[in-house]
C-alpha cells in the first residue's frame, strides 16, 4: 500500500516508490529507494514537498512495519553512539589527503609485512591491524574521499597486499555512507583488511598462476577463507564479526559461494558489505590474465550479477556512495577536456570534483586544475561544464595510478 507523506516526515527506513514530479528531474539514481542516509533526507527535502512511500517494502518500525532480516541503518546504538556520518567534522580534501597519505604508506607497510610473515609462519600482529585500521576509519570519517583517491595506486605485481589495503578502506567508506557507528566501522574494516590472509598458505603457484585457474587448483584457492580463519581464530584481539568477515567474504546470497554455502539470510550483514566491495576492487584491478574494468562498468556490472549474489539493497546504497563516476573515473567534459574525478559530492551524485589532465585538443596539461562541477559558480552559467561521457583509460593512453601518485606527491590537489 503506497502512503502519502510530507517530506518532512520521512525517515530512515521508508522506502519511497513515487515523487511528486518525474525521477528524470532530480537527482536520485534509483526510481524506488529506500531512505538510508541524512543526504538522502535532506534531498528529498529540498526537491519535493511529498512522497508515496511503500508500506510492504520498507523498514522503518513507525508508521511503517519494519524487516528483521534488514540491517537497521542510521539508528542509535546501544550504547547511545551516533552513526559515524551524523557527527561528521568534513575536512578539506588537500587537507586529509595529506594525512591519508601518510596513513596509505603505513597499512601498505604493515600488510606487506604481515602477509610475508604469515608466509613464513611468523605471528600475525592484529593488535598493529586494529590501529591501522582505527587511523583508516577516522580518516574516512573527516573525508572519505581523500583515502579512497589512493585505492587507485595499484600495481599487477603487488595484488594481495594492496587489494588487502583497498577492501578495507571502500569498506570503511561504504559503512560509513550506510550509516553505522564508529566501532562498527573498526570491525568491518579489521576484518577487510585481514580477509585474504588465508592466501598465504595457499601454494605460490596456485596464487600467482599467469592465467586462468584449473578446476582442481581453484578448489584449492577456495580453500582461503577457512585457512584465514583458522590462523586468526584464536586471537583475542579479534571480534567475531572480523571473523566472520574473513572466513565468509565469498558466500553469495543463493548458497553458490565457498567455504560453507551460506545463503543471504545465514551470510552477517558486515559480511555482506565486504563480499560487494571485495568483487569490485578484484574487477577493477588489472592482472595479468585481465584488464582492469573502469570504476564505471564495475558498478553496473556489479548491478547487474546482484540476484543471486548480493544483498540488493546494500548494492544501492554502493552504488550511491560511489557515485555513477566513482572516483578514478576518466571522463569528457561538455568542454571537450578529459578529467579524472577526483571526489565525490554527496548532494549531487552527478557532478563530481574532477581533476582536468588533458585539454579540447588531447594535449595534457602541465598544471592540472581543479574543477567542482557542483559549485555554485556554474548557477548563472547558461552552459556550465558537466560530464558528457565516461573513457576508458587504456583506450586515451591515460595512466591514472601514475598521475595520482605525482599529484599526491606534489600535494597540488
Known amino acids: 500500500m503506497l502512503i502519502k507523506l510530507k517530506t518532512e516526515d520521512l525517515t530512515f527506513g521508508m522506502y519511497v516508490s513515487k515523487?511528486?514530479?518525474?525521477?528524470t528531474e532530480t537527482s536520485f539514481l534509483f526510481q524506488g529507494f529506500i531512505i538510508r542516509t541524512s543526504n538522502e533526507l535532506k534531498q528529498l527535502e529540498s526537491t519535493c514537498e511529498f512522497v508515496f512511500v511503500d508500506?510492504?517494502?520498507?523498514?522503518?518500525?513507525t508508521p511503517i512495519r519494519s524487516s528483521p532480516s534488514s540491517i537497521q541503518l542510521k539508528q542509535k546504538s546501544t550504547d547511545g553512539s551516533t552513526p559515524a556520518s551524523d557527527e561528521d567534522v568534513y575536512h578539506d580534501f588537500k587537507e586529509e589527503l595529506s594525512v591519508a597519505t601518510g596513513i596509505h604508506s603505513s597499512a601498505s607497510n604493515y600488510i606487506k609485512t604481515m602477509l610475508e610473515d604469515t608466509r613464513m609462519g611468523g605471528t600475525i600482529d592484529t593488535g598493529a591491524a586494529k590501529e591501522i585500521v582505527a587511523d583508516m576509519a577516522d580518516s574516512i570519517i573527516r573525508n572519505?574521499?581523500?583515502?579512497?583517491?589512493?585505492?587507485?595506486?595499484k600495481r599487477r605485481d603487488d595484488y594481495t597486499a594492496i587489494h588487502s589495503m583497498n577492501v578495507c578502506i571502500i569498506s570503511l567508506a561504504f559503512a560509513r555512507s550506510c550509516g553505522f557507528p564508529v566501532e562498527q566501522l573498526k570491525t568491518i574494516g579489521t576484518g577487510a583488511l585481514l580477509h585474504d590472509?588465508?592466501?598465504?598458505?595457499?601454494?605460490?603457484?596456485?596464487?600467482?598462476?599467469?592465467?586462468?585457474?584449473?578446476?582442481?587448483?581453484?578448489?584449492?584457492?577456495?580453500?582461503?577463507?577457512a585457512y584465514g580463519y583458522e590462523l586468526l581464530k584464536d586471537d583475542k584481539q579479534i571480534s567475531a564479526d572480523s571473523l566472520d568477515i574473513v572466513l565468509s567474504h565469498h558466500e553469495?546470497?543463493?548458497?553458490?559461494?565457498?567455504?560453507?554455502?551460506?545463503?543471504?539470510?545465514?551470510?552477517?550483514?558486515?559480511?555482506?558489505?565486504?563480499?560487494i566491495v571485495d568483487v569490485y576492487d578484484a574487477v577493477t584491478s588489472g592482472r595479468v590474465y585481465h584488464n582492469a574494468m573502469t570504476p564505471h562498468d564495475a558498478l553496473k556490472n556489479i548491478y547487474?550479477?546482484?540476484?543471486?549474489?548480493?544483498?540488493?539493497?546494500?548494492?544501492?546504497?554502493?552504488?550511491?556512495?560511489?557515485?555513477?563516476?566513482?572516483?578514478?573515473t576518466i571522463v569528457e567534459l561538455t568542454t571537450g577536456q578529459t578529467a579524472i574525478v577526483s571526489s565525490i559530492n554527496e548532494d549531487h551524485h552527478l557532478k563530481p570534483t574532477v581533476m582536468l589532465v588533458?585539454?579540447?585538443?588531447?594535449?595534457?596539461?602541465?598544471?592540472?586544475?581543479?574543477?567542482?562541477?557542483?559549485?555554485?559558480?556554474?548557477?548563472?552559467?547558461?552552459?556550465?561544464?558537466?560530464?558528457?561521457?565516461?573513457?576508458?583509460?587504456?583506450t586515451e593512453n591515460i595512466d591514472v595510478p601514475a598521475i595520482i601518485q605525482e599529484e599526491t606527491l606534489n600535494k597540488t590537489l
Open 55 to 61: 508500506e510492504e517494502k520498507s523498514e522503518a518500525e
Open 252 to 275: 553469495h546470497t543463493n548458497g553458490s559461494g565457498y567455504p560453507n554455502a551460506l545463503t543471504e539470510h545465514e551470510i552477517n550483514p558486515l559480511t555482506r558489505i565486504v563480499c
Open 19 to 23: 515523487l511528486d514530479r518525474p525521477w
Open 197 to 225: 590472509i588465508g592466501k598465504m598458505k595457499v601454494p605460490d603457484e596456485i596464487l600467482n598462476k599467469p592465467g586462468k585457474l584449473t578446476e582442481q587448483e581453484f578448489e584449492v584457492m577456495k580453500k582461503h577463507p
Open 304 to 328: 547487474n550479477w546482484t540476484p543471486g549474489n548480493f544483498d540488493q539493497g546494500l548494492v544501492e546504497i554502493f552504488i550511491k556512495s560511489l557515485g555513477i563516476y566513482p572516483i578514478g
Open 144 to 153: 572519505p574521499n581523500a583515502l579512497v583517491w589512493l585505492t587507485h595506486l
Open 358 to 394: 588533458l585539454d579540447k585538443i588531447k594535449q595534457p596539461y602541465t598544471t592540472r586544475s581543479i574543477v567542482n562541477l557542483s559549485s555554485k559558480m556554474w548557477e548563472d552559467d547558461k552552459d556550465p561544464p558537466a560530464i558528457k561521457r565516461v573513457l576508458n583509460p587504456d
